[in-house]
């Protein structure tokens, strides 16, 4: 497969145009086109589409981007996380959609013929390609730690950086510098925007970040010539707005309280919150909770029982001590099922209301119509409901046994 | 004609048994003392609710229905099953008689911000539901807690109207119904030395356990440290009702999180300011009983002489 | 000429009311008292369910408003119109007033119905009346609590105190109708009755002071959640006032009802009494309030034409109409105009009572309550249940009082002496009967 690549270093050519040339399949290419739907949905126009076959076929006409992958004080790790899943053979696809014009783990060459590679690719699609970088500059002592073919990489970066249409900084050392710039930093290490802060500079941190993430801001470059959405540390905040905690698919267990105390106990074998145990997931922004890693799922650090390290998140990773609680700040906006401070209470019943209504009212108008039945006269002593007398008459005084004293008038 | 007793006998017995009953309430009333700002037991303990950093994650409600025992509670009456088959587990509206924590949400009216507030029994200095239990079931003792008896409660439901904030609630569906509030866990925890299970669950220490002399200063530590961030710079609780063994730092309103605004004054100490005096020993309707017996003797015997004329006039006997 | 005015005795012989008579020229049983005793029939066999359930499903209460009707109307309420024993009784054996002894049996009987009817209710309203017994053991009262004051001064006053004070009432027809032994043992005991009935009267007097007093100290808990315009220290004083305004101008409409019922001549002379005592009572009713709303600074409240100010002056002006037309004598003495204002009077007495406990009391913003159909069944059959006992009362005891031309020693037998003395087939007692 490598001797293809060199081959197509030399034309321009469509994604469709390569993958013919290449004999990949149009099965493994919709497989990769759905994986593509799922796995870097937003903010990417290219994936606005409703099936694979659409984005097949608009990924087809993309004109396939040059690509200049530099790698300074790095691991090779986030290469080899592009590389790394093999079903399908994703290396291989990624390197079918891009036209990868340096990189040093990958090509053929080595010595002087490589710097010749990089020399030419840069004057042949100046202005044009993207360069990706791996791995972190040193800047103490003039960037001596580390020099490519007897240059520091300072100058290489500003050089090859320099000339590039957007530079796409993957992987924590090239966004902010990563292990090496970890205490006691003797290199002096910094990412990209940090020597280069004008360019148009995405930052991809993870230690490795998922490569859908690459692909789908390359994607997106190559389509239209923009770049995604990106938030103020430069991340693309279709892949970084949000943290782990909020998508961990443990998170039940930490809203009731289950927590793993120590490693191996019955709460781990269980699979419970890994919160305790210094898990850096509230902190930390990256869509490993969604994504995972190698296409399998729960394969990624919570999902076999390791606390993030916040490996993305340059005030944490290699600063905050693995097992180190954090706070958490962030607070996601609460659904609907929270009870309202004041919620309502009682019910009332139209029966009932109603009869209080009639019986309130058969009162009045009984207690109208019996107070109609007394005399408006004054002094009169008469029998209430009977017709009153003409005139106020002495009453007469019970006559029985034995007088009563005569009420004098 | 003479009764078997005199009458001497007679008045003496009353007076004997109104004292009886007075020294059977003057050992209960001398216990209970309203002062205007009451004082908190040295042992009392209390908990801390911080709201700004509380993030509404509820693991306080699930500890505190498992450690009490609740059940879960469906939303509004709708049966367990329906409300599981729907998707809704364990969202009681409010405090009630399967929910003594609650966590609740206050939106900003236009919607921006939002914060939560945990509500359950403030376990005020001087309740004012222990004051008006007519047999003392709600009973303040240990650490403060209030905790209920169920052998002494009658079910009144005073507690409920005289708690001002509107804390214990009454098992209506049940005929062997109980009042049921936060009691600190004191039977299931407390007393085996343990903290509460919401203030031990929580993850973020946005409720925490202590004593309450210890909270209240380091809430005021954490209002000096972070001047303005917390409404009005001060605690609620600290003199609230008289003062509560349950604090709130809130960084908006404290109406507005439904703590009500109350004076620092107990509802024990207002409601007895009055009877506190005139029923000491029984001494107010002693006297009153003594002025009005003797008006009424001296006019019953008024009567009593004038009887025999009313009697020959109407020919009847007189009728009482 | 009207007598009344220059009455200055003070004789209870004055006009149409001389003596307590029983209701004679009616069936015991009529269509009237088959409906109320229909409707109590039913409220209690309600009460009977309820006592086997939950209260929930009976009432419409919650924990918002935890005291439903039974409590707040049933006990709070209606105890003010039956504090007529309390009102009309202070009246006439504190300050003398011996006119009205010949409606205190009214007064009594009517009185006691409420009370007892009350209690009933306050005993299916409780969740746990199992634990009543701790009431037995004193060192278990909570003293300060005004609803332990409650719940041992009001059984106590209506089954001790109001029941010794209906006695007499109930001896005097067992004398009447009873046998020659039976009238030998009355004879023998009914002087000791009576020596003891200045202290029962003293009793019956100092223990509704307490408990009607008590009924507004049980709001004085409700602290913020009562609406200032009534939540005052000086609500037990307010309630006790407010129920010897209700008791006076209850036994004034009881009185004119009766008559008006049973077809019996008024006496203006007692009623107007009764009157003038009520405007006064309403008078000092609104000084208290008055004076507490603008000490405590409440007054403008009273003016806002809110809700709960419209409320207010509803409650007021029921009173004050009463309190100043009352001092007119033509008010007094013209029949329908006192019970006009005799039930304005009490319908203010009753809304100020019954206000703080539900409308006014307002705890939590959302909540409502209305009571639940049961719950009003059962209330009104409680009424009911009065409503009958005093329409058998009336024609069985001597109650409502009338013109001896009309006592005729002649009480209504029930059923099996009634046979008993058709076939003796003599006078069950001589004609002319001795006093002595």
Redo the contacts between chains.
Sequence with gaps: MIGSLIDSASALETVDERLMRCGVSRRSFLQFCSSLMIAAPFGLAITDKKTPEEVAAALGKVIRPPVIWLHFQDCTGCTETLLRPSHPDLGDLILNVISLEYHETLMAGSGRQAEEALAQAVDRYSGKYVCVVEGSIPTRDKGVYMKLAGRPAMEVLADVAGKSAAVIAIGSCASWGGIPSADPDPTGAVGVADLLPNKAIVNLPGCPPNPYTLLGVVLQYADNGTLPELDDQRRPKFAYDRDIHEQCPRRAHFDAGRFVKQFGDAGHREGWCLYEMGCKGPDTHAGCSTRHFNEIPDVWPIGIGAPCIGCTEKSIAFRVPMFKVVQIHTRVTPPETYPPINAPQGKVSPLATGLVGLGAGALAGAGYVASRKFSDVPDDDSVPGSAPPADAETPEVGAGPGAGPKASS | MSLAINRRQLILGIVGAGGAAAGGLAKSAVAMEHPAHPVAPPDAVGMLYDNAICTGCRACMTACSEANGLPPETAAGMPLETALAAGLWDIPADLNAQTKNIIKLYREPDGAGFCFVKRQCMHCLDPACVTGCPFGALNKGEWGAVTWNSSLCIGCRYCEVACPFDVPKFQWDKWNPKIVKCEFCFDQRLKKNQEPACTDVCPTGAVIFGKRADLLSKAKQRIADARDKYFENRVYGEYEAGGTQVLYLSNVAFEKIGLPKLGSTSLGHYATKVTSVIYKWLSGPLLVGAILGAVIKRNWNRHEAERPEHEKQTGLRDQL | ????R??T?G??????W???VPVYDEGLITPTLLFFAGLAALGLVLAAARF??????FS????????GIWKTFNVMTLTALGSGPLAVGMAA??F?R?KL?VV??TALVSGFLFYATGLVALGFD????W??W??ML???????????EI?ICMPVYCCFFLAVENL??VL?RIYYTGSDSTKAFLL?WA??L??????M???A??LP??HQSSLG??L??????INPLWQT?CL?LLYLLAAALCGLGFVTFLL??S??RY??????GVLGELGNLLSWTCFLFLAVRFGDLIVRGQFHAAFAFDKMSLLFLLETTLILVPAIALRRR?VC?????L??MA?LACLGGLLFRFIPTTIAYM???????????P??LMS?GYIALGITAFGLAVKYF?VLPG?????NYMFRLVRARRQAVARKGAEPWPA?LS?R
């Design positions: 000429m009207s007598v009344h220059t009455d005795t004789s209870t012989l004055v006009n149409h001389q003596y307590g086997f359930s939950p209260l929930g499903p419409g209460m919650n924990d918002a408003y935890a005291w054996w504190v003398n011996k002894h205190m049996r409780v969740g746990r009346p634990n009543f701790n009431v004193p060192w278990r009262w909570n003293a300060e609590s005004a609803m332990l719940s007499p009432m005097e023998r002087p000791r009576r020596r003891i009935y200045p202290f009267i003293t009793g007097y100092v002071l307490m100290g049980l004085l808990l409700g602290g913020n959640k220290p037990p004119l009802m008559s008006l077809s019996r001549p008024l006496d203006l033509v003495e013209t029949p329908r105009r019970l006009n039930v705890p939590a913003r959302k909540a409502s309550y209305f009571p639940a159909l719950e009003l009104v001597a013109e001896i031309k009309d006592w002319s006093t």
